[in-house]
Structures are given as structure tokens and as C-alpha cells.
């Protein structure tokens, strides 16, 4: 591995496994996703444009990587022995107001169609530009744009929603 490599790579490690944790929405399978996509990216770190944005390479790669797997996950159930679950899934959410804002959050992330999660996650929790996003799902810029408005739209209606209200006893009065 060159020196270039190493410092192009190894700053974006952190975003590469939050990227992956959001699409995947499960850490193991998120941190294989990001060792594939690392494993992908050195190995082949030759076949590099010259000028190319290396980041925005390597998140074509993950993407793409995550993007084969969703698709095969659909096809056939998953089965986990409970040896192999996480402990942390098991427990319950925090009760705090902050923990129930980031999973309403997280809930109204994974009511989005995938287009408009994935461009909101790589403009919005990335910092990825319009043109790198648009590389990295290989669409127009205009698209990015469009897809990334709709999502913003959609998620602030989400989160806004009030909650089903909770009917109260009916009111009693005294009959004299």
C-alpha cells in the first residue's frame, strides 16, 4: 500500500461504516459490508482515474456492494442462530427524549424509498457534493437534486406527524 492510498482510505473509514450501518441497519453486516468494500478498493486502487475523487470512488464501491447484497437479502430470508444476535438488539430503547427523536428518526429513514434514503444519507450525513453523490449512484446531478428534495420533504412530514392521540376515559358527570 503507497502512502497515498493510506491517506486517501484511511479518513474515510468513519463515514464508510455509518454509511453502511444506515443501508445495512444491522452493524455486522455493515462492518463486513465496509471490510468488502476496503478489500475492493486497495486491490484495485490501480484502476483509478487519474484525478478521479477518491472518496467518492470508494463510495461507489460500497454502495454498489450494498446495493447487491439488499437485493440478495430479499431473495432469501435470513436466519441468525441466537448465539450470533448482538446484544446490544436485545435491550430495550432508551427512555430518554433524545433516544426517542433518533428512533423516530431512524424509523422515518426506513419509510423512505431507497433512491431518496440513499442521496439523503450521502449529501446530508456524508457531506458528499450533488456531483459526487450523482457519481457515486451514477445519475444525473438532476436527479440527485430532485430525489434529495422529495426526501427532505417527505422525512419533515414524517417527523412532524403527531402521534396518534391517547383517548381519554369519557367525561363523567354526576346526575342529580
Not at 444525473?140 to 419533515?156: D, F, K, N, Y
Request: glycine share 2%; net charge positive.
Amino acid at each position: 500500500m503507497t502512502k497515498e492510498m493510506v491517506s486517501a482510505i484511511e479518513p474515510l473509514i468513519p463515514s464508510l461504516r455509518r454509511y453502511a450501518r444506515a443501508l445495512m441497519q444491522d452493524r455486522s453486516s455493515a462492518d463486513d459490508l465496509v471490510q468488502d468494500c476496503l478489500e475492493r478498493a486497495i486491490g484495485h486502487w490501480h484502476q483509478r482515474q487519474n484525478g478521479e475523487d477518491a472518496r467518492a470512488w470508494i463510495f461507489t464501491i460500497l454502495h454498489n456492494l450494498a446495493m447487491t447484497r439488499l437485493r440478495r437479502s430479499t431473495r432469501r430470508p435470513m436466519h441468525l442462530a441466537l448465539d450470533d444476535v448482538d446484544p446490544g438488539s436485545l435491550t430495550s430503547p432508551a427512555a430518554q427524549e433524545d433516544g426517542l427523536r433518533h428512533r423516530d428518526l431512524l424509523a422515518a429513514l426506513a419509510k423512505l424509498p431507497e433512491e431518496q434514503r440513499t442521496v439523503l444519507l450521502l449529501v446530508s450525513v456524508e457531506d458528499l457534493s450533488y456531483a459526487a453523490a450523482a457519481r457515486v449512484l451514477d445519475v444525473p446531478i438532476g436527479t440527485v437534486m430532485s430525489r434529495l428534495s422529495r426526501a427532505r420533504e417527505r422525512l419533515a412530514r414524517l417527523m412532524s406527524a403527531d402521534p396518534p392521540s391517547i383517548q381519554s376515559s369519557p367525561y363523567l358527570r354526576s346526575v342529580k
